[in-house]
């Protein structure tokens, strides 16, 4: 087994990723692995998976995920065996595991050698251990658990020691070189927590001993200001220091002495043992940074500073403390920028029994102006994915999207921004990626595709800093360039784009804090969003939503005909209509079907629709098949991000007799107040796990029932599957519940 939770939580056996069930049950692992080998008390475990107020059903809930973990752990454990992974401790739960299956405890025996080897002056072996313990830290710890519970103390101060490794690494890798190893875990760290001064410190000299002064003093300067903007203080002593040894080229460990040299000429009124320093301003923003460094100490060292910040600053300073600063600064703008003029800056105080040094007298410089840097051509990526190979109908929502591009192209407004939504399987995807292949032609600066992950099966959703990198990378931005806050990154993302006309297709979105800082800004551009959320917050500012419900029969039809072959539904219409309404007309349904159709080219369609037809109060039929992924594959990531209330409503909807319910109804169900249950159908809905095809109607999905009749067989006993339906007995004995008679295009 293999256990990670330095980054996305993850566990192997061999070669396979299991799935770890849905997202309070995956939390409950991660403490467990945060704590591995030592036990987790149970009251510890529910204010850690329940923030706020825990229901009253918490220990059972939290001794079923045990149960589960346990199962998922070890898969061939007899019923009720106590196994050897999660056990019961003192009144909690431990995880247990070796340190070699543990990424955590990895990483803490290495970081205690290294720590052991620093303290023996073994600089080199020190850094190695801690960079081999640093090797299994991929981004946040324990992602892909819910964010209420990764702010707990528990995971925010494993960041701190990681961080506390990445510093001690970088302190030793100046005493030995190799500062360069050590650059990616201070910028993580960095990341983590911006206002952090001794990683930025660390950074600070790390990216200097790297041969890389100017992004050094840029990320001074970037530290600088956001600890002015948020705390309101200048930089602490440590970062300080950093700031002041890179200026003076003071870092790695002492070099050998260089020979005497004859001194140079110095400039009359200087002491001739004391190196001049020069700062210069450069008046355009294209000037390219020149470092000047001097051989002899008598010699003047110049730094050259660029006015923008966007361009790197480089400062250079002789190795004499006693050194008198000079400091240069540009003509007023009417002034030719070639010619630059020295002003005195006081020097420090001399040395006791020290005469003191003649104030230096202004020099005056001149630079050749700089040539004109060439202009780039911007790139025009082409990032779409593959169009669809079968595409059919969808008239209504491709005229739909007509209008909008047609708007987006004639626009000097705000871009234009459209939200396709829909239940798991629908066909969300497929439509954007059609659409934007009809229209990429009218956006000539490119199309950017980008998986936001935001219901994937076996990775957290992507985070939109990441998503921004990796489409600023695409535009030709370069890394060092990229800022690390989402917000700078947001707004290099928008500049880049500006003047531009993109068509940005953002899948699979897992929510509208994810999207909004994806958006472009300016006019002529297209976004498409998919997303089985509603997003309302992203159509509250101004997104065209677009909900995609179930294709008409006849499309359905025409889309088992093009993947099987006209022949063969021509041959059996009567089969080909029953394996449509087999599938309930969904498309990730037909897909299955088809492909396993395709795959026995030699079997009539009517016994494809016997097998449906025998395995009709179950999901079996629907598994994965060549390569297309099965409907529990699918739905899967929709039921994991629900909260566990939501989660016990959705599975116990599939016990209810009728085609659909009420509120009243579902709260009798649940045993839940009306108003509650009211709000969590809405929920439901907003998740399109339920759709109310009526004023105050709902009703689920065929295939979505099935599958919440298979969870509600595996997580909630007989006797509260009893308690439910006699409760909604009771209740429809009391209150009538009328149904009506048509249910749209909901089967």
Known sequence: MRFEVLGP???????????????????????????????????????VLWPGRAPASAMNVVRR?????????????????????????????????????????????????????????????????????????????????????????EFASLERELTRTARMAADAALLCGGSELVLPHLRRAVELDPLDESAQAGLVMALAASGLQAEALTAYERVRRLLAEELGIAPGPELTVAHTRVLRQEWGPPRPTAPARPPHPTPTGTTPTAASVVALTAASTATPVVALTAASTATPVVALTAASTATPVVAFTAASTATPVVALTAPPEAAPTSAATVAPVAAPSPAPGVAP????????????????????????????????????????????LLRVTDAAAASTGAPATV????????????????????????????QLHVSLRGFGAAEPPLEPADALR???????????????????????????????????????????????????????????????????????????????????????????????GHDR?????????EIVARCARLPLALAVVAARAAGRPDFPLSAIAAEL???????????????????????????????????????????????????????????????RTR????????????????????????LLRLYAAELTAEYDSPAERRAALHRLRTHAATVPDHHPTSHGDHP
């Open 65 to 153: 995920y045990a149960g589960a973990l346990r199962r998922l752990l070890e898969p061939d454990l007899p019923p009720r065996a106590p196994g050897r992974r999660v056990l019961r401790r003192a009144g909690g739960y431990l995880l247990e595991a070796a340190e070699d299956e543990v990424d955590l405890l990895r990483f803490r025996a290495l970081t205690k050698r290294g720590k052991r080897a620093a303290a023996t002056g073994r600089s080199e072996a020190a850094l190695r251990h801690f960079v081999d313990a640093l090797g299994d830290w991929h981004g946040p710890v324990a992602m892909g658990i819910p964010a209420s519970v990764r702010e707990h103390t």
């Open 357 to 400: 040094a003649a104030a230096p007298k202004a020099v005056p410089l001149t630079a050749p102006p700089p040539a004109p840097a060439p202009s780039p051509t911007p790139l025009r990526p082409a990032r779409l994915p593959a169009d669809v190979p079968v595409f059919v109908g969808r008239e209504a929502e491709l005229g739909t």
């Open 419 to 446: 939200l396709v939504s829909g239940m798991p399987g629908i066909g969300k995807t497929a439509l954007a990626v059609h659409w934007a292949h009809r229209v990429a032609d009218r956006f000539p600066d490119g």
């Open 613 to 675: 037809r025998h395995e009709g109060d179950c999901l079996d039929a629907f598994a994965d098949t060549g390569g297309v992924p099965g409907l529990r594959t699918a739905f899967a990531p929709s039921y994991r991000r629900l909260p566990p209330e939501n989660a016990r409503l959705f599975r116990l909807l599939s016990l209810r007799p009728g085609p659909d319910l009420t509120p009243r109804a579902a709260a009798a169900l649940a045993d839940l107040p009306q108003r």
């Open 470 to 564: 990796g489409m600023l990378g695409v535009l030709g931005v370069p890394a060092a360039r990229m800022p690390s806050g989402v917000d700078s990154l947001a707004g290099l993302y928008r500049s880049t784009l500006a003047g531009r006309r993109l068509l940005v297709l953002l899948d699979d979105a897992a929510d509208t804090e994810q999207v909004r800082p994806l958006l472009p800004a300016g006019p002529g551009s297209l976004t498409l969003v998919t997303s089985r959320l509603a997003l309302s917050g992203l159509t509250a500012s101004g997104a065209h939503p677009l909900h995609l419900a179930l294709p008409s029969a006849a499309d359905a039809g025409a889309v088992l005909a093009r993947r099987v």
């Open 569 to 577: 539904t021509g041959a059996e219409p009567g089969a080909a209509a």
């Open 679 to 702: 709000l969590l159908l809405d929920e439901l809905t907003d998740a399109h796990l339920v759709t109310e095809h009526a004023p105050g109607r709902y009703v689920q999905h065929t």
């Open 9 to 47: 939580l993850r566990v192997c056996r061999g070669d396979e990723e299991l799935d770890l069930g849905f997202p309070q049950q995956r939390a409950l692992l991660a403490l467990l692995l945060v704590r591995a080998g030592r036990p987790v008390l149970a009251g510890e475990i529910v204010d």
